[in-house]
């Protein structure tokens, strides 16, 4: 068998590998230590070179030879990076115009490393460590980057990928990779709008994904290079410092390894929270001497890190917006990143967002236990996938004439009987296209109208009913319902255009209506009877 | 579940004209998934999607298609077997390979009825002399036309067929050569299978393998044996002349030709019994199960004289075991006297010791403090250690030994008792008494 296509997903603070195996399931790789969320960090100690956990743990130590965050500096010019990114780690120095990193490698030996370099090492130890799990050479990879990534970032990419030993045989969006895995796994069973956030430690993504037909269209796009994880661990940080501060009349933030260590700690307290309902710390001789142990429970968190929890939803918003939506045309949020692992993240969703929308993250068992594998997960299935392709018909089905395509913008559906519209095609699919829908147990003699329909909100206030008194007394339910009018929101079509009306008769047995556009945007309705085989036809 | 409105006019299609859909926006698509992979084939060879979805079932049908070729066709000659055929004098048709001019040389006796029509049809549409003479052959093809026919009638009659596949000596496999090295079942399977094309019984039974049974071996020769077979010689026979005025010279032909069959038949029956014959002397079954039987009767022998053997054996066995305890009492005998000998010296001497010790015990205590009557302390001593039995002068000993300085009163206890007893005088033991 020739070896699997590996499909990585690089990120800022860390990265996960995973193949299609023999059984033909997904499988995410562990590296030797282990890990499957593998850190993006390199360590250096004089001639040894530590990866992952291994690095991430010379942070406090030896943090100057410790190179971290790097991977959004690629291909970008040393003016052009935000080099607070790397304030924990090694410094960023600017090497030809590009970032790079002055590390000691023993004695007075000083070694210049770019971003490129260092990324080559990076995706080197990765395809290792897949090796290493499956036993077969890796010469081939997918790999996964931001939507605004740019042709210098990819080249840059390809060529550091390539000085490692690895083949990018294609690139894919970060949240068509993650939407391509858990579509995989949990099917949507129609058309959808979907927005896919993806939480890392650094940086937040989203994007408005319309699969239509299996097929996703990218609708909008936001980024927040200042929101992350990290976020969530500077509220805690500051939270201990200033008990600490309190208790022993002395400042962690001032020394840069008291405030290492408190990340570090503040990093694990966070992730355990996620899990469980309360966490305790314990640092020794964290400054001045002063050992530091306390405990804390995951509402003290959740409230102490609200305002950033607040911003995370609030992302989620400005990309609806963005894609000029409304919350009520999305059908559900798809979580990744590590960030999503944190259970206040849904909850929250979950309470701002109306029922119509389904929160896909953890919490959910309709979607996967682990956001931050989606996005590897996703290309290791196109891996499999185009396996099967040789070069020549990639480089064809890549090609601009097929990627743009014309997308509908506006619903086509049918009139039914109580007149409302019901929506057969919908807006930002991208054709040619066919749908089939079936009235199995029609009889008779039927009028198929077809329209065409804008989506319009509507609002309605609903006045509180006078409660009887005896519920009055039942507290809970009475709280927070005061006497306030509710507005009631719900999404409703208004038929515009009439387009085709089509009359069949004598249906005995039920009816299959056919709507087709070829690539020309030539809309044909097709009605036939199911048991007759009679059809009628119309187009525009 | 969708209700559709009720049709109130009498339309069929009605498109409201000059309507368009809304314009539409060109998008990027994202490249991943099958859906995508179909898009992208779909818009690159430029195939509606009914096209889209019409190559792809018959793809499917396809592969389906290319397992349904009827499988006799595989099993006809392609290529005409022999050539010489087709300028074969088709009044001497008795003499073409009428299988071959069929194309069934492979199948032969095998061919059933219905391959047998197929298989004509074929011939016809190819050898017609219609279309042998449009193509520019001449006219003698017609002959070979002619021959496929006879094939055809001879073959599907069922009487016919049988005389002609009795005599079909092509269909024969020859045994082995003689001398050669072969694997017997290789060479022998397919001489039997075509044999046994004559059996009137069936089925026959299989020549098997190295794994058969001696029973099934035994009914495989027994059956070959006996071999009942239909095989007839009219198809070689000399024609009979149909003109009525030459009876006698009818008759002879007729008397000939039966006695020329007879012959044959014989001939063939005596060739077959010869051929079993060979095959079962060659068979390493039989030989095998000769072996084993001879090694079995050995054996059987052998268990025969087991029973005598084994006597003797037990015999041998007792006598040995009664020396050996006899020789083992001996010795225990001898080791006992002399522990007996050596524990009688062992009391001796212990006697002795102890009758030492407690002479000496006076002396050793410095008579008690009365020195001056060291004499008759010992005098008396004496005489109490010879009137102790054997008990008490261990007993006197011990305590003696144990405490040196209750010498005195244990000998004056033991004086006591002698005096008291009557044993000895008190006069006599005076000192301790
Ligand atoms: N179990 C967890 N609970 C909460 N946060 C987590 C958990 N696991 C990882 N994280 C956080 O997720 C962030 C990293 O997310 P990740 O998707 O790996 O980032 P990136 O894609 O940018 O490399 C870090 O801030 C990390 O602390």
Redesign the interface.
């Known amino acids: 068998m020739s070896s699997p296509i590996l499909g990585i997903s690089f990120g800022n603070t860390s990265s996960s590998i995973a193949y299609i195996n023999p059984k033909n399931d997904v499988d995410v790789i562990a590296n030797p230590d282990g890990e499957r969320s593998i850190p993006s960090v390199l360590s250096y100690v004089g001639e040894d070179e530590y990866h992952g956990g291994q690095a991430l743990q010379q942070l406090i130590r030896n943090p100057t030879n410790t190179i971290v965050n790097f991977r959004d500096f690629i291909g970008l010019k040393f003016e052009e990076a935000d080099l607070s990114r790397c304030s924990a780690g090694a410094p960023a120095i600017d090497i030809d115009g590009k970032v790079g990193f002055a590390i000691n490698r023993g004695e007075d030996n000083v070694e210049k490393i770019t971003v490129d370099e260092v990324v080559a090492r990076h995706l080197n130890r990765l395809k290792l460590a897949a090796e290493d799990y499956i036993g077969q050479t890796i010469s081939k990879t997918i790999l996964t980057i931001p939507t605004d990534f740019t042709d210098v970032q990819r080249d840059a990419l390809t060529a550091a990928a390539a000085k490692s030993g690895l083949k990018i045989v294609?690139f894919?969006?970060e949240p068509?990779?993650s939407l391509?895995a858990h579509?995989h796994a949990f099917p949507f069973e129609k058309d959808v709008n979907v927005v896919v956030a993806d939480f890392g430690g650094v940086r937040s993504d989203a994007a408005v994904?319309a699969v239509r037909?299996?097929?996703?269209?990218?609708?909008a796009t936001a980024h927040d290079a200042k929101l992350g994880g990290d976020n969530l661990d500077e509220a805690l940080i500051e939270y201990f410092a200033a008990d600490f501060q309190k208790k022993n009349q002395c400042n962690p933030r001032k020394n840069a390894r008291s405030y290492a260590k408190l990340r570090s700690n503040a990093i694990i307290t966070k992730k355990t929270l996620s899990n469980a309902t309360s966490a305790t710390i314990s640092v020794e001789s964290l400054a001045d001497g002063f050992d530091y142990h306390t405990s804390i429970n995951r509402m003290r968190y959740e409230l102490t890190a609200g305002k950033v929890f607040s911003q995370f939803t609030q992302f989620i918003n400005t990309t609806i917006e963005k894609a000029k939506l409304d919350i009520l045309d999305i059908d559900a949020v798809l979580l990744c990143g590590g960030v999503s692992f944190t259970p206040k993240l849904a909850n929250n969703l979950e309470f701002m967002f109306p029922e119509s929308v389904e929160i896909l993250g953890p919490q959910n068992k309709d979607a996967s236990n682990s956001p931050n594998e989606l996005s590897c997960s996703?290309a290791a299935?196109?891996g499999r996938?185009?396996a099967d392709?040789d070069a020549d018909e990639l480089k064809?089905?890549?090609q601009p004439?097929?990627?743009?395509?014309?997308?509908?913008?506006?619903a086509?559906g049918?009139?039914?009987?109580e007149?409302k519209f019901?929506p057969v095609i919908l807006p930002?699919t991208?054709?040619?296209?066919?749908k089939t829908?079936t009235?199995?147990n029609?009889k008779?003699?039927?009028?198929?109208?077809v329209y065409?329909a804008d989506s319009k909100i509507k609002e309605t206030t609903v006045e509180p009913e006078a409660k009887p008194e005896s519920e009055a007394e039942a507290e809970d339910s009475e709280e927070w319902s005061d006497d306030e009018p509710e507005i009631v929101r719900e999404k409703i079509y208004e038929p515009s255009?009439?387009?085709?009306?089509?009359?069949?008769?004598d249906v005995t047995k039920g009816?299959q209506i056919i709507f087709?556009?070829?690539?020309d945007?030539v809309?044909k309705v097709t009605a036939r009877d199911l048991k007759s085989g009679n059809v009628?036809?119309?187009?525009? | 579940?969708?209700?559709?409105?009720?049709?109130?006019?009498?339309?069929?299609?009605?498109?409201?004209s000059g309507?368009?859909?809304?314009?539409?926006?060109?998008?990027?698509?994202?490249?991943?998934?099958?859906?995508?992979?179909h898009?992208?084939?779909?818009?690159?060879r430029n195939h509606?999607?009914?096209e889209f979805?019409k190559i792809q079932a018959e793809q499917n049908v396809q592969k389906v298609d290319e397992s349904n070729v009827d499988p006799d066709e595989l099993l006809f000659d392609t290529e005409l077997a022999d050539e010489t055929l087709l300028a074969h004098d088709a009044r001497d048709w008795k003499t073409a390979d009428l299988y071959a001019a069929m194309g069934l040389s492979k199948l032969r006796y095998n061919a059933t009825e219905n391959q047998i029509i197929k298989a004509h049809r074929k011939q016809v549409v190819k050898y017609h002399p219609d279309k042998q003479s449009a193509s520019g052959a001449g006219l003698d093809q017609d002959g070979f036309f002619k021959i496929i026919q006879k094939a055809f009638e001879t073959l599907t009659d069922k009487n016919k067929r049988k005389q002609y596949d009795s005599c079909d000596f092509v269909a024969d496999v020859e045994p082995p050569k003689k001398g050669s090295e072969y694997d017997f079942f290789e060479a022998w399977g397919p001489v039997f299978a075509s044999e046994a094309r004559f059996s009137k019984k069936t089925p026959v039974p299989e020549i098997g393998s190295l794994e058969s049974t001696q029973k099934e071996v035994e009914q495989f020769y027994s059956f070959w044996h006996r071999f009942d077979s239909w095989r007839t010689f009219e198809f070689l026979d000399e024609d009979v002349p149909d003109d009525s005025s030459n009876r006698d010279h009818k008759r002879y032909i007729e008397r000939k030709n039966k006695a020329a069959r007879d012959k044959k038949k014989t001939a063939d029956n005596a060739r077959l019994v010869k051929l079993v014959e060979r095959a079962m002397s060659e068979d390493p079954r039989i030989k095998m199960f000769k072996e084993a039987e001879k090694k079995e009767k050995e054996r059987k022998k052998w268990e025969a004289g087991a029973a005598a053997r084994a006597e003797a054996e037990a015999k041998a066995k007792a006598e040995a075991e009664a020396a050996s305890k006899a020789e083992e009492e001996a010795k225990a005998a001898a080791n006992a006297k002399a522990d007996k000998k050596k524990s009688k010296e062992a009391a001796k001497a212990a006697k002795k010791k102890n009758k030492r010790a407690i002479r000496n015990c006076g002396k050793d205590n410095d008579y008690f403090g009365d020195a001056a009557q060291a004499a008759a302390i010992d005098e008396q001593i004496s005489l109490i250690v010879d009137s102790l039995d054997d008990e008490q002068l261990v007993d006197v000993a011990d305590k003696i030994k144990a405490d040196a300085s209750a010498a005195k009163a244990v000998l004056a206890e033991a004086a006591k008792g002698f005096v008291e007893s009557g044993k000895i005088p008190a006069s006599l033991v005076a000192y301790f008494a």
Do not use: C
């Not at chain 1, 008779?444 to 109208?449: E, N």
């Not at chain 1, 255009?497 to 008769?505: F, S």
């Open positions: 294609q894919i969006n068509s990779a391509l579509v994904i037909n299996g097929i996703f269209t990218v609708l996703g299935l196109q996938l185009i392709y064809e089905a890549l004439v097929v990627l743009n395509t014309m997308h509908l913008q506006k086509i049918l009139l039914d009987a007149g019901v930002e991208s054709y040619p296209v066919q829908i009235v199995k029609a008779g003699d039927f009028l198929i109208g065409e255009t009439k387009l085709i009306e089509l009359g069949i008769k009816l087709n556009i070829n690539k945007a809309l009628v036809q119309g187009h525009l | 579940m969708l209700s559709l409105p009720a049709l109130t006019s009498d339309i069929t299609v009605s498109v409201t309507t368009k859909l809304t314009e539409s926006v060109r998008r990027p698509i994202e490249p991943v998934g099958k859906d995508f992979m898009h992208a084939t779909r818009t690159l509606t999607w009914s979805e």
